[in-house]
């Protein structure tokens, strides 16, 4: 494939840009961007290879406030007791007088949505000509047999704007729809794992909520995978591509695969209107919260799951940090345990894991990795693919990743899958994406 020199590229904005409007095409669908959040890893292009139009990593531009939906870094957020936007914002200063636009004694609100997660513009697509790569797709799946170290090759080397234009040039080059033909000419788990790659993150993340959701019962945990920690701008994409492919709204299925309280807080989440990061707010908030959360568990008989979902949902994950130190502060009990406790079921496993995520992001997607091919088994195949393709599509993230898989919890991924996953094409493809 040759790209141009492409100086756009990189995460976007922090966890993914919420509502902003795209620019034009001609920037790939990304505005340039300014430096990350501390702690970020900037997001690089592919190595060697098919890609060495791109820069090298030295001459890349510096980036925006960039981060993948998945990863505000643990070092972004403030400490215990100082629960105020960052520097820039004002943490620390007195909060000013009131004036036009702002509240009485509070800092201006100068907060930026972030922009989408890279590939979750469905209209952006790198520049260059990926012809050379929609013909070697074709060929590994034309005539008697296929190719499935070709497709393997091919599929999980581009970056989610390259793997745009490969799929577009596919349809106009060869006039054929790629998913389709990798459907006809694979099954399994392995269609499930090129899949993956070729629908692009913001198509992954759609058909894998879509079989959540297919058939009798739901997949409680693979909505949970797909839907938690996200930004508004990507659940604001997620639910406008699964409306495009699957000629209904996100919602009403959610609503008729859910019920209850259950029901009711996936209808607030997916409104998409937390706060963005970066937010203001104090610690009087911070406290009235506690005290909520507390009044709705521990304070008395029974539990009042949209109390708690409401301070979920209207705190930025920041806040939700400071409001477990303070809990814990506070009622000498952590806040995790509380909700383990006092909850159960699927409401239950969304909060911790909004909490988790809130308060490690690296550690949150280490565990669902580890929880995927747990050392005695069975392999939860369907999830390890869904979280390794995931995390793929951000590769310095993911590299993070895989330190505190080591360190933290003393797991090396690819001994367990070259252990546990029966060898052939599938184990061959997860190793290529690690």
């Not at 070092?75 to 702002?102: F, I, K, R």
């Not at 993911?398 to 933290?408: N, P, Y």
């Amino acid at each position: 494939m040759s790209y141009p020199p492409n100086n756009n590229y990189g995460p976007p904005p922090q966890q993914q840009p919420y509502g902003q409007p795209y620019p034009p095409h001609s920037q790939g669908g990304y505005p340039p961007q300014a430096p990350p959040p501390q702690g970020y890893p900037p997001q690089q292009p592919p190595g060697p290879g098919q890609y060495q139009q791109y820069p090298p990593p030295q001459s890349m531009p510096p980036q925006q406030h960039a981060q993948q939906s998945w990863a505000p870094p643990p070092g972004q957020y403030p400490p215990q007791g100082q629960y105020a936007p960052p520097p820039q914002q004002g943490q620390g200063q007195p909060a000013p007088s009131s004036g036009p636009g702002n509240a009485p004694g509070y800092p201006p609100q100068t907060v930026v949505p972030a922009p989408p997660s890279l590939g979750y513009d469905p209209d952006a697509r790198a520049p260059g000509d990926a012809t050379k790569e929609a013909e070697a797709l074709r060929k590994a799946m034309k005539g008697f047999g296929t190719d499935e170290a070709a497709l393997i090759r091919i599929l999980s080397t581009p970056d989610p704007l390259q793997m745009a234009l490969i799929r577009h040039t596919y349809a106009a080059k060869i006039g054929r729809d790629l998913e389709k033909d990798i459907k006809s000419e694979t099954s399994g788990k392995l269609e499930d794992a090129l899949l993956a790659l070729a629908l692009g993150p913001l198509g992954h993340d759609v058909r894998h909520l879509k079989q959540a959701m297919a058939g009798v019962g739901t997949d409680e945990t693979a909505m949970n995978d797909v839907l938690v920690g996200r930004t508004n701008a990507d659940l604001r994409a997620i639910k406008y591509a699964y409306v495009s492919t699957y000629k209904k709204p996100l919602l009403d299925d959610v609503k008729s695969d859910l019920s209850g309280k259950t029901e009711r807080f996936f209808e607030m989440l997916l409104q998409a209107a937390r706060p963005e990061p970066g937010t203001y707010f104090d610690a009087a908030s911070v406290d009235a919260d506690v005290r909520e959360i507390h009044q709705a568990t521990q304070a008395k008989t029974g539990t009042d799951e949209i109390g708690v979902s409401a301070v979920f949902l209207n705190a930025p994950d920041a806040k939700l940090v400071a409001i477990a130190r303070a809990f814990e502060a506070r009622y000498h009990k952590s806040l995790e345990r509380v909700l383990r406790d006092e909850f159960s079921g699927h409401l239950k496993a969304v909060f911790v894991a909004m909490l988790q995520h809130a308060m490690d992001p690296e550690l949150y997607h280490a565990r669902k990795l580890a929880e995927c091919i747990p050392e005695g088994g069975p392999v939860d195949m369907g999830r390890l693919i869904y979280w390794m393709a995931h995390l793929h599509w951000n590769r310095p993230y993911r590299d993070a990743v895989k330190v505190r898989l080591q360190r933290d919890l003393k797991v090396d991924l690819a001994s367990r899958i070259l252990r546990l996953v029966p060898p052939g094409d599938v184990q061959k493809c997860l190793m290529a994406l690690w």
